[in-house]
């Protein structure tokens, strides 16, 4: 597991990451959100010991992690690591050596990254050739090169198309099968929704949200659609409940506590048949809205 606990990084004046605690647990996808500026390339950074923090520290496995251990991880910054002008494969058995594999396992995991991301025909092309998708998926091959015990990944879906995504996704889905932890951030909040198990949201350095989506979810006011046969005007004004929206028969609420949820649903009732009436599954942005305000 990866503990990251109470890091603080100042730029001058500026608290570019302040005080932030979390955890990318064991074979979890860990989406890191946050706006422009928000702090989650520094934090990463971080992780990775290529800033030093003011305080603060980064556990991996219980203890303080060690170079060794970041040797272990594959990482993708956000400035991109790779040299355009140098040949796809080239670049990634090299950097299978650098973390101590020999060619000829490096030649062959590269090969065989390279034709499961459709990419078997340009693997002597220089890299700068290639579609910007296409980049991006031998930036993705060039972290997961030398079987990582962690990813942190910069904004690896950034530019890919939904099919690209979910082609890298199960790729990296056999990393965590095996237990390997992934914090990746994005500015993708359907698509975090989507593929994440666990959620950080950052707001000006600071995590203001931490959970799996459906805990973010439940944490957050409850809301629920009223569908009836008959107007639904009269929810205005009844007790413990908030009218988000309403629309003649149609009505969007949020109840204060559950026993007003039923008084509710029993006056519905008594005034006509009720067509819906249940909670209503919130969108991550949303609630994102409400974190970052
Ligand atoms: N080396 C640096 N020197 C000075 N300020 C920095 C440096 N690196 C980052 N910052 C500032 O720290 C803050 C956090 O930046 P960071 O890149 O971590 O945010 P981010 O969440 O990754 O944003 P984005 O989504 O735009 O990439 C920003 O205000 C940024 O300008």
Same mark, same amino acid.
């Given at each position: 597991m990866l503990e990251i606990k109470n890091l603080t990084r100042r730029f001058g004046d500026l608290?570019?990451?302040? !005080?932030v605690s979390f955890e990318v647990d064991p074979g979890k996808f860990t989406g890191f959100v946050g706006g422009n500026g928000a702090g989650k390339t520094t934090t990463m950074r971080l992780v990775m010991g290529l800033l030093q923090p003011n305080s603060g520290e980064v556990l991996w496995h219980g203890a303080p992690v060690t170079a060794a251990d970041r040797a272990q991880f594959g990482y993708m910054p956000e400035e991109r690591?790779?040299?355009?002008?140098?040949p796809v494969r080239n670049q990634l058995v090299y950097l299978g050596e650098l973390h101590g594999m020999p060619h000829r396992e490096a030649r062959e995991a590269a090969e065989h990254l390279l034709r499961r991301f459709g990419l078997g025909e340009r693997?002597?092309?220089?890299?700068?050739?290639?579609?910007l998708g296409n980049q991006q998926r031998v930036q993705i091959a060039a972290a997961v090169m030398a079987n990582p015990k962690c990813l942190i990944l910069d904004e690896?879906?950034?530019?890919? !198309?939904p099919d690209a995504v979910d082609e890298m996704f199960t790729v990296l889905s056999e990393f965590t099968a095996r237990g390997v932890p992934v914090l990746f951030s994005s500015h993708q909040l359907d698509l975090v929704e989507r593929l994440c198990d666990d959620i950080i949201i950052l707001a000006k350095g600071r995590v203001v949200a931490n959970g799996s989506v459906e805990q973010l979810r439940e944490a957050g006011q409850s809301q629920h659609r009223i569908r009836s046969?008959?107007?639904?005007?009269?929810?205005?004004?009844?007790?413990g409940v908030q009218v988000l929206d309403l629309d003649g028969r149609e009505a969007h609420v949020a109840f204060t506590d559950v026993a007003s949820e039923q008084a509710v649903l029993h006056e519905a009732i008594s005034r006509g048949a009720v067509r819906a009436f249940g909670p209503t599954v919130r969108p991550l942005s949303e609630i994102y809205r409400e974190v970052t305000r």
């Open positions: 608290t570019a990451v302040d !005080d690591g790779l040299y355009p002008k140098q693997m002597r092309d220089k890299l700068e050739k290639l579609s690896p879906f950034s530019g890919l !198309d046969e008959v107007d639904l005007g009269w929810l205005r004004g009844f007790p």
